[in-house]
């Protein structure tokens, strides 16, 4: 077994992977079966834990943790370790644990993120006043609360709790607010991110208090709602309460999560939402389902209250290509005021050559008196949805190719949702493949990258192996495309495998 040297190269190990495989790849029998050990194809991530392995290693994830705690001293890890396990969604935290076991025993801090309820409880029991004393502006008891390791490792869940118990216990105040302008309770930490509702239980019955910022972080929580329900159980007066509260379940466009906090009284028309428009206005625009919609409207919502542009939502309806929101608008009330340029775009979102062809005739020149505005957010809205018929149609009829939506361009939102053909089409129709968002400063391959990890629902048939495929085959450049397993926005298994065939590394 191979032993690594006391203060190791991250980039020499990688090159022995790469090495590794090249070799196997070019008839070089000791390293295929060195390969072979391990896996039964000769891939990146097969001669990665072929390297990890021969060091002693169970994984490349360990490895690379350990490279990086071998470099890094322990105060040093410590408080990154305890940042991970706070706002980190890769499970950074748990491979620099694996690495450094001491990090477990550091301090009370590590105790408390940890669940280590014997080791808190002791220490507590010693000094009283470390269960109130802030730790960097947070207490003890947000540290706990914030915690991830209850979905790092289940195990820990119960410890976590114990521990949350044993702060209150001691005096820890369950309202207690961070420093500066975004100010956290305890509570906050326990229903945003991963997630608590076991520990959220726990201060509500200590005494927290829930507001409609905490509504609206528990709505975009993956615990089947159960933070929610919890909050909207404890919550004084929804229906003055809850004002921005909906607008989470609407932009994830999430039925349920609407149902309930509607249940529970939020009123739609007190309704505040991130782009300043009435609740049906901005459901339409977030793609929400006609049944989320109807829950709306049910409760009151208005059905033609405009948007920050003027539009009624049946016209937003209408230029969206959604004939089942025009229809349950129409139900409930709201005016016909759908313009020419208003059908001509439904039309063209719906790739339905024989009306774009009906309407242009009964008003010559009515392409050309479309907004920039209203051109982008249909080509976008086809490329989001791998529509290749209705992207071609409105090329054809003078969209432009390098369109912009609220952030990217058309080949940018084609390439997150993994639009292959439609990124073909565009391609071909000129868009530029090195663009760049104004958000992220990233380019079309940078977002296809992404979008295969997080796995949008636009496009029904998305295919991102093949995207990243015709975008490199164009001559996008793989620059400043990470693969390090720390980063949040890693792509999918088989992208990253056609990432490094092109030069992109170090794979996870």
Not at 67 to 90: H, K, M, N, P
Not at 150 to 170: C, K, S, T
Not at 265 to 285: F, K, W
Request: net charge negative; aromatic share 4%.
């Amino acid at each position: 077994m191979a032993t690594l040297p006391p203060r190791p190269n991250l980039d020499h190990l990688r090159r022995q992977a790469r090495d590794l495989l090249r070799a196997a790849r070019a008839g070089d029998a000791a390293a295929a079966d060195r390969i072979r050990a391990v896996s039964g194809r000769p891939t990146l991530a097969a001669a990665q834990l072929a390297v990890a392995r021969e060091y002693g290693f169970a994984s490349w994830a360990r490895l690379t943790t350990e490279v990086q705690a071998r470099t890094t001293d322990l105060a040093q890890q410590v408080e990154a370790f305890c940042e991970a396990s706070i706002r980190d969604g890769t499970g950074r935290a748990a491979r620099m644990l694996a690495a450094t076991p001491a990090i477990a025993d550091y301090n009370l801090a590590t105790a408390v993120i940890l669940g280590d309820s014997t080791r808190v409880r002791r220490e507590i029991s010693q000094r009283p006043d470390l269960a109130t004393r802030p730790i960097r502006g947070w207490t003890p008891l947000h540290l706990a609360c914030a915690s991830r390791w209850h979905r790092l490792d289940p195990v820990r869940a119960d410890g976590l709790l114990a521990v949350a118990r044993r702060l209150l216990e001691a005096g820890a105040d369950p309202v207690a607010r961070t420093g500066g302008a975004g100010s956290w309770t305890p509570l906050r930490c326990a229903v945003a991110g991963a997630a608590n509702p076991p520990i959220a239980q726990l201060l509500l019955e200590h005494g927290a208090v829930p507001d409609d910022h905490d509504l609206y972080l528990a709505g975009f929580g993956d615990d089947d709602h159960r933070c929610l329900r919890l909050l909207l159980g404890h919550a004084a007066n929804v229906p003055e309460l809850a004002r921005t509260a909906l607008s989470a379940p609407i932009s994830t466009n999430d039925t349920e999560g609407v149902r309930l906090l509607l249940a529970a009284g939020a009123d739609p028309c007190r309704y505040v939402g991130d782009d300043g428009g009435p609740v049906v206005y901005e459901a339409i625009g977030f793609g929400c389902a006609a049944g989320l919609v109807e829950e709306l409207l049910a409760h009151g919502a208005e059905p033609d209250a405009p948007g920050p542009d003027g539009r009624s939502p049946y016209r937003l309806a209408t230029d969206r290509g959604r004939k089942d929101l025009a229809v349950l608008l129409r139900r409930f009330g709201a005016d016909d005021d759908a313009t020419d340029a208003d059908l001509l775009l439904s039309a063209c979102v719906r790739a339905d050559q024989a009306d774009v062809q009906r309407l242009i005739t009964l008003s010559p020149g009515l392409a050309g008196r479309l907004t920039a505005d209203q051109q982008a957010a249909a080509i976008v809205q086809a490329a989001e949805a791998g529509h290749t018929a209705a992207v071609g149609l409105m090329l054809d009829l003078g969209f432009p190719a390098e369109a912009r939506g609220d952030s990217g361009t058309v080949l940018h939102a084609a390439a997150y949702s993994g639009s292959a053909d439609v990124v073909t089409l565009l391609i071909r129709r000129g868009a530029d493949i090195e663009a760049r968002d104004p958000a992220w400063d990233s380019t079309p391959l940078e977002w296809a990258a992404v979008g295969s990890g997080e796995r949008p629902g636009s496009n029904p048939s998305p295919d991102w192996p093949a995207t990243v495929r015709a975008l490199i085959e164009a001559g996008a450049s793989t620059r400043g495309i990470s693969l390090s397993p720390d980063d949040p926005k890693l792509p999918s298994a088989d992208v990253a495998e056609l990432l490094w065939e092109h030069g992109v590394g170090p794979a996870a």
